[in-house]
């Protein structure tokens, strides 16, 4: 697999990833399928695709309308580590799905966003 390949941070239950996957596979690309929950990326890895996407921050990689994000108070939450340290623990936090190529990355909402980078 070329360092060219993309790779998804799938969520097969999530409706925008499976469509982001399939669009992706009707246009012909393969991507390397990450089961982010199940291997969930570190916190180097976090913020280097918060820095990809060209977010101000990371939270503007969250799922802020989580259970999660209430219960562990991360709406008052004012420091990035601590942000980026929430989602390493817990990845169901991080807004899916994430497409990476290269040296970009895109958020699949909606899925047709990801072409811009294929």
Do not use: F
């Not at 469509?19 to 089961?35: C, D, V, W």
């Not at 008052?76 to 936090?93: F, G, H, I, N």
């Not at 994430?98 to 990355?105: D, H, T």
Request: glycine share 4%.
């Amino acid at each position: 697999m070329s360092l060219d390949t993309p790779v998804i941070w799938h969520n097969p239950r999530c409706t925008k990833s499976r469509q982001t996957l399939a669009l992706m596979e009707q246009k012909g690309i393969s991507p390397r399928i990450r089961l982010y929950l199940e291997d969930a990326p570190s916190e180097a890895e976090i913020r280097e695709v918060v820095e990809r996407l060209g977010l101000d921050s990371a939270r503007d990689l969250m799922r802020v309308k989580e259970a999660e994000y209430k219960q562990l108070g991360l709406d008052k939450v004012k420091s990035e580590d601590k942000l980026v340290a929430a989602m390493a623990q817990t990845p169901k936090l991080i807004e899916r799905p994430v497409v990476l190529k290269g040296e970009r990355a895109v958020i699949g909402r909606p899925p047709e966003d990801v072409l811009d980078i294929l």
